[in-house]
């Protein structure tokens, strides 16, 4: 789908370029000069593949990149695009939703430091912008961050009445339960950022359900929905059920990780997420929506090699 801008007075004589890095700031510039490289930036219906190309008055510009009006820098946008390692899988006009990369915190641990909110600030120019739940550092999936103030305190309250359905994908080891629901206390100590199940801890329940098992029966593949959003959850009940995940070097089999040399982390992705119908106006463009984030080529790669027919 194309669309169309008309060049006001403001912007005669502006490069090509520059006029689109300043309309369309969540845009990659990566992403725009290849735009242009290929020749899907029209100006008067004609192909433009010079960066430098003039724009004056009156022009009509034909881009791939929708706006709500010519005045608004705020982009409603489905596609699915990518900063750098960092996909994209819905950018709206108040949410932004990530699939985010395993290594890279969500939040900067120092001033300056690099995280999805440092880089979120950067190409967006929002400094409202701020994540609305958390991910370890090396765990990967759906990531949703709010824009702006109202969104944020929208979905903080649906997140708090436990509204959104949160499922994750992970690689456990050994042949898990056909379907389990886990129901076990956890207590945070964090002094030395751990969990642990105990009956002085917070309320945490798990549904974990087996997808695929290895034919050796070493590994599993299971989808776990959270039903509270306790620290360290995931990975703490698939440990007290006797099926830690795999790679995970806090809470994991320590033996059975020394013998999968090449995994760097805990084999665990947030895969998808539920919103139930949103009657909050900020939050009407991912109400009733589900989003998905497909698995990481790590977790990929050992469920192709170990599972026999295995789909994504």
């Given amino acids: 789908m194309s669309y169309s801008i008309k060049i006001s007075r403001d912007d005669d004589g502006r490069r090509l370029d520059r006029f689109l890095r300043g309309k369309f700031k969540w845009v990659s510039l990566g992403e725009i000069m290849k735009s242009i490289r290929l020749g899907e930036v029209r100006v008067n219906s004609k192909k433009i593949r010079e960066p430098g190309e003039r724009l004056y008055e009156g022009d009509e510009l034909i881009v791939k990149w929708p706006l709500k009006n010519e005045n608004d820098n705020k982009i409603l946008t489905n596609k699915y695009s990518s900063w750098g390692k960092i996909?994209?899988?819905?950018?709206?006009?108040?949410?932004?939703?990530?699939?985010?990369?395993?290594?890279?915190?969500?939040?900067?641990?120092?001033?300056?430091?690099?995280?999805?909110?440092?880089?979120?600030?950067?190409?967006?120019?929002?400094?409202?912008?701020?994540?609305?739940?958390?991910?370890?550092?090396?765990?990967?999936?759906?990531?949703?961050?709010?824009?702006?103030?109202?969104?944020?305190?929208?979905?903080?309250?649906v997140f708090k009445l436990r509204k959104v359905k949160k499922f994750y994908r992970a690689i456990v080891v050994g042949k898990?339960?056909?379907?389990?629901?886990i129901?076990?206390?956890?207590?945070?100590?964090?002094?030395?950022?751990?969990?642990?199940?105990?009956?002085?801890?917070?309320?945490?329940?798990?549904?974990?359900?087996?997808?695929?098992?290895?034919?050796?029966?070493?590994?599993?593949?299971?989808?776990?929905?959270?039903q509270t959003g306790r620290t360290h959850q995931a990975r703490v009940h698939m440990a007290h059920i006797g099926h830690p995940i795999l790679g995970?070097?806090?809470?994991?089999?320590?033996?059975?990780?020394?013998?999968?040399?090449?995994?760097?982390?805990?084999?665990?992705?947030?895969?998808?997420?539920?919103?139930?119908?949103?009657?909050?106006?900020?939050?009407?463009?991912?109400?009733?929506?589900?989003?998905?984030?497909?698995?990481?080529?790590?977790?990929?790669?050992i469920l192709e090699l170990r599972i026999n027919n295995y789909e994504d």
């Fill in 87 to 157: 996909k994209i899988i819905f950018h709206g006009e108040n949410v932004l939703i990530l699939n985010k990369p395993s290594g890279i915190l969500v939040q900067p641990d120092e001033a300056g430091g690099d995280s999805i909110i440092s880089r979120v600030w950067s190409v967006t120019g929002l400094r409202t912008a701020a994540a609305v739940h958390r991910l370890d550092r090396n765990t990967t999936g759906i990531l949703i961050v709010a824009l702006h103030g109202k969104s944020l305190r929208a979905l903080e309250e």
């Fill in 176 to 181: 898990a339960p056909e379907k389990i629901t």
């Fill in 183 to 226: 129901e076990a206390p956890l207590l945070k100590d964090a002094e030395k950022n751990l969990v642990k199940v105990s009956e002085a801890g917070s309320k945490a329940v798990t549904i974990c359900k087996t997808l695929a098992t290895s034919e050796d029966e070493k590994i599993s593949l299971v989808e776990l929905e959270l």
């Fill in 248 to 301: 995970d070097r806090k809470y994991g089999d320590f033996g059975f990780n020394r013998l999968m040399k090449n995994i760097k982390r805990p084999m665990l992705h947030a895969y998808e997420l539920e919103f139930p119908i949103l009657h909050e106006e900020s939050l009407n463009e991912i109400s009733g929506k589900k989003f998905y984030a497909p698995l990481p080529e790590d977790m990929r790669e």
